[in-house]
């Protein structure tokens, strides 16, 4: 029997958020594992080796890191539907690749910080949760003024991208490729949602026709899924043998093979790196192995953009 596809997440985090899309949009079943959203995380950090940031997706033994190698999974294991749906899948995918590097970097930096000063007494910003993300980011928690100056700043970004992505729906199409969902509605839709979620509202800042593009995304859902306690996945892991790592072409510079490494984010959360044996580099992506009592011998991926690899002490 097929491995499950498992979810560690949590409920308002917008990178998971992006991947529950896909999920739904390929109609999948899958278990929820809810995993708290700031640290310490007992159960999941045995799993990923270190990494602190959500979400994962753990297939027996192998751990996936990172929306982008978990999204690139679930197309290679899920062909159909496919997430580029137009004739030239190649210019799909480079078009979506950076329409992605610009909503996960600058799109979700603005609405983020917006949110988070403009309605600072909202529900979800406790203090728990602020020195968390204050820590994560390697940063002060910010003072009231601050937090004014702030709102201002990122909301004046904030409106021409959200100009742009009016323009781009004003034509009438359902979704951002036309008339099939998408990855492009995905990676656009999450930056958004989450200024919803943060603030406990649905923001009369987002406008129509973004609104109700909004909400025929939403109306795809998530796919078929029930929850799953922490430790029951953590127990799956021990039970499996993870298959062989995929081949690799590594490059002058690269560590070699069987070498501890640290695989850290080069944006933030440096200092929760994944610490394991290189077992398979290539150009695009990257695997470790680590093992400890509760997980047994996992195997954890990484895509090589967007992350440092250096070896360290064993």
Not at 39 to 47: G, H, R, T
Not at 223 to 251: K, Q, T, V, W, Y
Request: hydrophobic share 40%; net charge neutral; charged share 20%.
């Amino acid at each position: 029997m097929a491995a499950e596809l498992i979810l560690h997440h949590y409920d308002f985090s917008n990178y998971s958020e992006k991947v529950r899309l896909v999920l739904g949009l390929k109609g999948l079943s899958w278990r929820s594992v809810e995993i708290p959203p700031v640290l310490p995380k007992p159960d999941y950090l045995p799993l990923t080796g270190g990494y602190r940031r959500a979400p994962a997706l753990q297939i027996g033994a192998e751990v996936y890191c990172d929306t982008v190698r978990i999204i690139e999974e679930l197309e290679r294991r899920f062909p159909q539907p496919s997430l580029y749906p137009g004739p030239d899948v190649a210019a799909q995918r480079a078009f979506i690749a950076g329409l992605e590097r610009w909503t996960d970097s600058i799109l979700i930096r603005n609405t983020i910080n917006y949110t988070s000063c403009a309605y600072a007494d909202a529900e979800r910003f406790t203090p728990d949760f602020l020195a968390d993300r204050a820590a994560l980011l390697g940063k002060p928690e910010p003072g009231l003024a601050h937090r004014r100056a702030a709102a201002d700043k990122n909301l004046s970004q904030l409106r021409p991208q959200l100009a742009w992505i009016h323009d781009l729906l004003s034509d009438g199409r359902p979704y951002v490729c036309g008339d099939s969902m998408s990855l492009a509605d995905c990676v656009i839709y999450h930056p958004l949602w989450v200024m919803d979620q943060l603030s406990g509202q649905r923001l009369a800042l987002i406008p129509e026709p973004i609104r109700r593009w909004m909400d025929r995304v939403a109306a795809r859902g998530h796919g078929n899924f029930r929850p799953m306690r922490s430790s029951e996945a953590l127990d799956l892991a021990a039970a499996a043998d993870p298959p062989p790592p995929p081949p690799s072409e590594p490059f002058d510079g690269d560590p070699a093979l069987g070498q501890t490494v640290a695989v850290t984010p080069t944006d933030y959360g440096k200092a929760n790196p994944s610490i394991g044996t290189l077992v398979s580099i290539d150009a695009v992506r990257m695997a470790l192995q680590h093992s400890q009592a509760r997980t047994g011998l996992v195997t954890v991926h990484f895509p090589r953009f967007g992350y440092q690899l250096r070896q360290v002490s064993s």
